[in-house]
């Protein structure tokens, strides 16, 4: 019986979060410090006390997600929660997979600020504002909507960006192809089919340029293997080499978040506890519907601290 940390994507964000954390561990203030020095900006302030809409801004979300992600990991092995000793696996919702990389030592925290802040400004600089969309089909099988998306390929670019399980895939492309399949899907009999209030159309290839940027950026940065195995979002399996999990986070800009499969590969292979670091609950909840025999506890507060430590180190 194993236990994997996971680590949430963007969509989790909300003003005022890690704030406790911050007045409570100097751990997690470092780690806020080290941030807004890495990107010369007080992030923190941000993320603290608004406004929501900066917040929210893509270049700014990335790293703030992935701060707090760190602030909770640091706190964890200031209590002797050490993750080589007590963690399997790691992984990451879309740019949660650097929080994850992070975690597990193969990006330092500097440079994995800095590696989110060049990947939210070249997604959101990658297609003009109103020319992607994005799109959430409830109730449908991952096969219908792939089908769907090939129907509309004469209008634009559609694919499926997110499997997040539990009969929610999105879908994402040039906007009117993401209308026509959304309309499309409903047709199919989805139970809703939902345009997403998003600034880009993320993990489609409309990102190619974005996925150009974060190949140079990666090239740059100082890589090393990480300490458990990453279970990747476009492979939905285990990877260990540093230079390999470069090439799939490249890889990732465009292609599919596939959590659905992660959380059954996780389940296949007896992981049980799914540890979920960071903002909000979003991946403990999603796990709850794809597979009933994984448990996710999510861990962001000073008490969901408390108890992880009691639970993991007892």
């Known amino acids: 019986m194993s236990i994997a940390f996971t680590f949430p994507g963007q969509g989790s964000q909300s003003v005022g979060m890690s704030k406790d954390l911050a007045e409570a561990f100097p751990e997690a203030r470092a780690v806020f ?24 801004l893509t ?21 002797g929660v050490r993750l080589a000793d007590k963690v399997a696996y790691v992984a990451g919702h879309s740019l949660g997979e650097y929080s994850a990389l992070c975690a597990a030592g193969t990006f330092s ?28 089909i409830i109730g449908l099988e991952h096969a219908d909507v792939e089908a769907v998306c090939a129907e509309v390929l004469p209008v634009g670019i559609c694919q499926i960006a997110n499997d997040n399980g539990g009969g929610q895939l999105v879908i ?5 192809a993401v209308e026509k399949a959304a309309a499309l899907a409903s047709e199919k009999g989805a139970k809703r089919a939902i345009m ?3 600034s880009a159309p993320f ?57 659905r ?6 389940g296949a292979n007896d992981v049980t506890t799914l540890y979920e670091i ?36 007892g």
């Open 109 to 136: 925290l500097s440079d994995t600020a800095r590696l989110l802040r060049t990947r939210g400004n070249a997604m959101q600089s990658a297609v003009a504002v109103g020319e992607g969309a994005m799109a959430a």
């Open 33 to 56: 410090d080290e941030v807004d020095e890495a990107l010369d900006q007080k992030l923190s302030e941000i993320m603290w006390n608004g406004p929501e809409d900066q917040l929210t």
């Open 196 to 198: 997403l209030p998003v």
């Open 172 to 176: 994402s492309g040039s906007k009117a």
């Open 278 to 313: 960071g903002s909000g609950k979003v991946l403990t909840g999603l796990a709850r519907r794809i597979d009933k025999n994984v448990t996710g506890i999510a861990v962001n507060t000073p008490a969901d601290i408390e108890a992880a430590v009691k639970t993991l180190l």
């Open 261 to 266: 499969e992660t959380v059954e590969w996780f």
């Open 203 to 259: 993990h489609s290839d409309l990102m190619a340029p974005a996925a150009s940027a974060m190949q140079h950026a990666l090239d740059l940065v100082t890589k090393n293997d990480p300490v458990v195995p990453l279970i990747a979002n476009v492979r939905a399996a285990p990877v260990r080499d540093a230079g390999e999990i470069a090439q799939l986070l490249v890889t990732q800009v465009t292609g599919q978040v596939r959590w």
């Open 59 to 79: 270049a700014n979300a990335q790293p703030a997600l992935m701060a707090v992600s760190m602030a909770v990991m640091r706190v964890l092995e200031a209590n």
